[in-house]
């Protein structure tokens, strides 16, 4: 798939601008501040309905505007789709082929984007918030059912926790709602688990190979799901329900003691090994970014196993942060069948068999 144009209206320091892309390579070059992240945001927005900077919408609009709209035509199994992100002081709004979705989670996934910015770093180096969110996003994009069970989890985990924390002051309240809330947890929580399970399966077969082929074969990565219960990857929800059920029981008091919910995915972790060594503690700079690249280049080759396209790929600030084997081995890998955006501040940076291909765009002060 690719995405044809876009325009945005007081979106960021933009006012009004109308792009047609490059189906192929988009070179956006530009000095600092003067719109490319804001670009690619915008596209990434389009796609999930919210940002891979932050968490507050209004932040999008431009400042003193009273709304901020994306709209972009995406071209997928051959048919041109018109995608719409509306932001205002009474919400956000996604609209697909001019038709308003009623849930988010029905309108993500309409546009396949994979993201790799310098932040992305933090996958490996960050906290164990950044892979769950990773791995949320990921599988989330092509199964909005997924996006729905952990809407419902996080919202069934908030009222148990504020429970939890009422027990643990007054032990002596009804805790009759806690076994409800428990159950309400489990059933969401066992799908949640069942489907990152799945996911890392895939993930692994992808990333493996990719790394090798970066590391020019002297890495061998591997990946570990780390569970807050003890259960085998390939057991389905049904026999992960029952582990939850067991675990539950059996730290009940623990959990109002400390008022918090202990065990379940939002306390799950995802581990990365370099030669059977954790890259988090031991990797040096260049193996954490391989890792982060390898696990962003396999998502391109999944979501391609899944939708049957392959996503559209933005590399913000990346590209010139690579050596030259790795940036053409990227480039390699992505070779004509992905539609790809490359910011940078200056052309010195990128190598030139990138650029004879690209359309270039030249970003000054939000036009
Ligand atoms: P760099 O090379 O430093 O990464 P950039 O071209 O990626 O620069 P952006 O992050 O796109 O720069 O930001 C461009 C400008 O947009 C910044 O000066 C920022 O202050 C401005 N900006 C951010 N949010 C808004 C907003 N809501 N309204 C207006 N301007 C904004
Ligand atoms: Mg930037």
């Known amino acids: 798939m690719y995405i044809e144009e876009l325009t945005l209206t007081n979106y960021r320091n933009y006012d009004k601008q109308k792009v047609v892309f490059d189906k192929k390579i988009n070179v956006i070059i530009g000095e600092n501040a003067q719109g490319k992240t804001n670009l690619m945001e915008a596209i990434y927005v389009l796609a999930f309905t919210k940002s891979h900077r932050t968490p507050r919408d209004k932040e999008l609009i431009k400042w003193d505007a009273e709304y901020g709209k994306i709209e972009g035509r995406v071209l997928k199994r051959n048919q041109s789709i018109p995608l719409e992100v509306i932001f205002s002081n009474k919400g956000k709004k996604a609209k697909f082929n001019h038709i308003e979705q009623k849930r988010l989670s029905e309108y993500i996934g309409a546009m396949n984007v994979v993201m790799f910015a310098p932040e992305d770093l933090n996958l490996v180096k960050g906290s164990p918030q950044e892979r769950r969110k ?56 066992s799908i949640i688990l069942e489907r ?52 539950f029981n059996h730290i009940e008091q623990k959990e109002i003691d400390r008022g918090t919910t202990l065990v379940g995915p939002h306390r799950d972790d995802l581990i990365f090994y370099v030669n059977d060594k954790n890259v988090q503690t031991y990797g040096s700079q260049g193996q954490q970014r391989t890792t982060a690249l390898s696990l962003k280049l396999a998502e391109i080759e999944l979501i391609f196993e899944e939708v049957g396209e392959y996503p559209i790929l933005l590399l913000d600030d990346v590209l010139s942060e690579l050596d030259d084997y790795r940036q053409s081995h990227l480039l390699n890998t992505i070779q004509g069948k992905v539609q790809t955006f490359v910011t940078t501040t200056s052309i010195d940076g990128i190598a030139h068999e990138t650029i004879s291909e690209a359309e270039i765009f030249t970003i000054h002060e939000g036009q």
């Open 134 to 189: 990773f791995i949320d996003m990921e599988i989330g994009q092509t199964q909005p059912v997924y996006i729905y069970h952990l809407g419902q989890y996080q919202r069934i985990l908030k009222e148990r926790n504020a429970l939890l924390k009422d027990l643990q002051r007054k032990p002596n309240a009804d805790s009759t709602m806690l076994k409800v809330y428990t159950d309400q947890l489990i059933e969401h929580a």
């Open 196 to 247: 990152r399970f799945q996911f890392l399966q895939k993930l692994r077969k992808w990333a493996q190979p990719i790394h090798q082929g970066i590391s020019r074969g002297n890495e061998q990565l591997n990946i570990d799901y780390d569970a807050s219960i003890d259960v085998s990857e390939d057991v389905n929800s049904e026999k992960i329900r029952i582990v939850y059920e067991e675990h």
